[in-house]
């Protein structure tokens, strides 16, 4: 579902865009972040479907609706 959200050619265009993600600490890192397209993807379909952000089914693009809410903001700052 993510490759037909977000194709290859339109990754392309904007990976280079995106900021680098933040290192992670080295005594407790944490969970590992979700990946950038993911986000974007799940973004994408809350645009299209204009779905609310808790609505985004986890399992359609592998992360929460809030997850690509923050990502969408964080790229916005």
Request: aromatic share 8%; charged share 25%.
């Amino acid at each position: 579902m993510i490759e037909e959200l977000v194709p290859d050619e339109l990754w392309k265009r904007i990976a280079p865009l995106l900021p680098p993600p933040r290192p992670r600490r080295y005594r407790h890192p944490g969970r590992r972040p979700i990946d950038d397209r993911a986000a974007l993807a799940g973004i994408v379909f809350v645009l299209k479907t204009g779905i609310t952000w808790n609505q985004l089914p986890t399992s359609l693009v592998g992360c929460s609706g809030v997850t690509c809410w923050r990502r969408l903001r964080d790229w916005t700052e």
